[in-house]
């Protein structure tokens, strides 16, 4: 399904694209936060989803819903309760309230897909599965990365190392960070590289950026890592193969 976000708030636009890009049968054509311009979009193209906010500067939510010859699904979104009777007289799919809850725009999206003859509802179980695959893609030589508002793409010979923090991955370049939300057992999966080595459950690390090792911590882009317990053994022998005397 299509969709379109329209929200005169950029921070609320971001939090829906977050929620959108982790549902797999949904395709973010846009953000718009001008009423007008959003007018052009769905009268000249293929939008089966709108994501409306209802207070807007130029026309409300409500009145560009009633302008539209052909409008597609709506799923209002806003931080008024007042609106709530008016937009179901105008047959929206549902009225959420900011700030939104990936869970509340799911049960949403999923009555859209309904209503739209999509007669399968996604299963929870496979968000996360979507929102990794879209995140990594990778070569030899490198790997594109999904931030919060673009793709990046990662040379592998500039990665130090990766840290995990939460629900974020951090790529520690030699002059820079970058950061993916991701977990870091998939990175790890993704990294076919030999250069490339788990040392902690929150550290991968590359061996040739490693400048000291002195028992169980290295040194690597002037920073002190701990090799965790459970990683120590695999890394000594990977080093030892490594070492000369």
Sequence with gaps: MNCLIVDDEPLAIDVIKKHVERIPFLNLTGTTTSAFEAIEVINSGDIDLL???????????????NSLRKPPLVVFTTAYQDYALESYELDAVDYLMKPIPFDRLLKAVNKAKIRSGFSNKIPVSKLQEKKVSNAVEKSADFIFVKTAYKTVKIMLQDVCYIESQKDYVVFNLQNEKISSQLSLTYVESQLTSSNFIRIHRSFIVALDKIAEVERNTLIINGNRISVGANYRTKFKEVIGSQRLG
């Design 51 to 65: 994501f409306l906010d209802i207070q807007m500067p130029e026309l409300t939510g409500l009145e560009l819903l």
